[in-house]
C-alpha cells in the first residue's frame, strides 16, 4: 500500500472543511514532493472559507507554506538562485507556478502566466491533488520557483515568505527609491506592517501609517513609523497635521493596503507632485473610484498595481528577512495560540476572530 498525506478539503460548503487521505504522488519531471511543516493562515484564505471569495472546489486552501523536500526524482536540482536541492532541504516557494514561455511571462510578469498555477487555489485534478497547505504534504508543480532557507529563523515568519513579504517586495519595487522619500502607508495588516519596516530599513525620510485599529496603529510605531494616523484622511485637522509634520514637504510614495475605496481617494488626496501611488489591497470587487486626469498629468503621477510578485521579489523577501529577524518585534504579529493538522478547521474559526495579523498551524510530526 502507497504512503497517504493527510489534507482538510474545502468542497464549497462555506466554514467546513473534511479531513482526507490522499495517495502521495508519483512525480513527473520538473516536481517535487514537501513535507510541509508550516502554514499560516492568509485573510484570503478565510475569505474563501468563508464564502466571500469565490473559487474552484473541491481544493486545499492555504499557501503560505515552509517545509523539507522528501521526494526529489531529478538527479540535479537548483533553487533559483542557483543552489543545489537536496532530500532534506528546508525550503519555500513561489505562490503560483510559471509555464515561462507565454507572452506574459516573457514579459516579465509569471504571477500572470496563461497557464498559471497557484498554490492554495486550485481544484484538485487527478495527478496534482496535493497543492495546499492545509496538508501534511505540498506536490510542487514543474514552473514552480524554489528557494532554500536558512534554518536558523522562526518558521512561522519562513511561512510568509512567499505571500506577504514577496508582495510588500514586489510593491517596495515598483515604488522606485524610497530612500529620503516621504512615504504613506493605508492599512496596518501584515502587508502595512512589513512595508513600514522595509521603509524604514530602505531610509526613508518620514514614514506616516493611517489605520483604524488603534493595537495595530500602536504597533507600526515599533517597525518604525513616524506619524501614526488614526482619524480619516479626509478630516481638515488631519490634512493639517500631516502638512505640519511633513513641514509642507510633499508626500512622495503612497502604498495603499486596504483596498477601500475611500483610502484609494485618498491617496490622490495627499499624493504631491512627482509622486507614485501604488496600490496593493485592491484584490476583490468594488465600485468605481472617479479621479480627474488632468491632476494625474498636472502632477506628474505614477499610479501602479500590484498583484501577487515575481520570482525575484520573494529572492528579496528572504534577504530583507535575513537582516531584519532579530532586529524588530515580529513575534507580535502572530497569535499565541498555535494549532496542528488535527484541528485546520478549528484554526481557521479562531483566525476569523483574532486581531493578530496571523495564526499558525503548526504540520510538524
Same mark, same amino acid.
Given at each position: ?10 468542497? +464549497? ?41 469565490? +473559487? ?11 517545509? %523539507? ?13 542557483? !543552489? ?15 509555464? +515561462?514561455?507565454?507572452? *506574459?511571462? %516573457?514579459?516579465?510578469?509569471? !504571477? ?6 497557484? *498554490? ?66 493605508? +492599512? ?25 485599529? !488603534? ?79 488632468? %491632476?494625474?498629468?498636472? %502632477? ?27 532586529? *524588530? ?37
Amino acid at each position: 500500500m502507497s504512503e497517504k498525506a493527510t489534507a482538510w478539503v474545502f468542497s +464549497g460548503i462555506r466554514n467546513t472543511l473534511d479531513c482526507r487521505e490522499i495517495e502521495l504522488p508519483k512525480l513527473g519531471e520538473g516536481e517535487i514532493l514537501v513535507k510541509n511543516l508550516t502554514c499560516s493562515i492568509c485573510k484570503s484564505d478565510l475569505h474563501t472559507f468563508s464564502g466571500t471569495r469565490p +473559487g474552484p472546489v473541491p481544493t486545499i486552501l492555504g499557501h503560505e507554506i515552509v517545509g %523539507k523536500i522528501v521526494d526529489l526524482p531529478d538527479k540535479c536540482v537548483l533553487d533559483f538562485t542557483g !543552489q543545489r536541492l537536496n532530500t532534506g532541504d528546508l525550503i519555500t516557494w513561489t505562490i503560483m507556478a510559471s509555464c +515561462g514561455e507565454c507572452s *506574459y511571462c %516573457k514579459r516579465g510578469i509569471p !504571477q500572470k502566466c496563461r497557464l498559471l498555477k497557484k *498554490y492554495g487555489h486550485e481544484k484538485l485534478d487527478e495527478h496534482f491533488q496535493l497543492t495546499g497547505g492545509f496538508s501534511s504534504h505540498t506536490h510542487l508543480y514543474p514552473g514552480t520557483a524554489t528557494f532554500k532557507l536558512p534554518a536558523d529563523i522562526d518558521q512561522r515568519l519562513l511561512a510568509g515568505l512567499n505571500c506577504s513579504w514577496a508582495t510588500v517586495m514586489a510593491a517596495i519595487r515598483s515604488a522606485g527609491t524610497i530612500e529620503g522619500k516621504n512615504v504613506l502607508i493605508t +492599512g496596518a495588516g501584515m502587508l502595512g506592517i512589513l512595508a513600514v519596516m522595509v521603509c524604514r530599513e530602505l531610509d526613508a525620510a518620514k514614514i506616516l501609517v493611517c489605520e483604524k485599529d !488603534q493595537k495595530r496603529l500602536d504597533l507600526t510605531k515599533e517597525f518604525g513609523a513616524d506619524l501614526c494616523i488614526s482619524e480619516s484622511l479626509q478630516e481638515t485637522s488631519v490634512k493639517t497635521g500631516v502638512s505640519e509634520f511633513l513641514q509642507n514637504e510633499p508626500v512622495d510614495i503612497i502604498f495603499e493596503m486596504t483596498g477601500s475605496n475611500e483610502m484609494v481617494k485618498n491617496a490622490f488626496e495627499y499624493a504631491g507632485t512627482g509622486a507614485s501611488i501604488i496600490l496593493v489591497g485592491s484584490v476583490f470587487p468594488v465600485d468605481n473610484v472617479e479621479v480627474n486626469p488632468e %491632476k494625474i498629468v498636472r %502632477k506628474l503621477l505614477q499610479i501602479k498595481g500590484i498583484h501577487n510578485y515575481t520570482p525575484e521579489d520573494l529572492a528579496s523577501a528572504i534577504e530583507i528577512l535575513k537582516q531584519t529577524h532579530q532586529k *524588530y518585534p515580529l513575534e507580535k504579529l502572530f497569535d499565541d495560540r498555535c494549532f496542528n493538522l488535527n484541528n485546520v478547521d478549528l484554526a481557521l474559526e479562531h483566525a476569523a476572530q483574532s486581531s493578530s495579523h496571523r495564526v499558525i498551524i503548526d504540520l510538524m510530526d
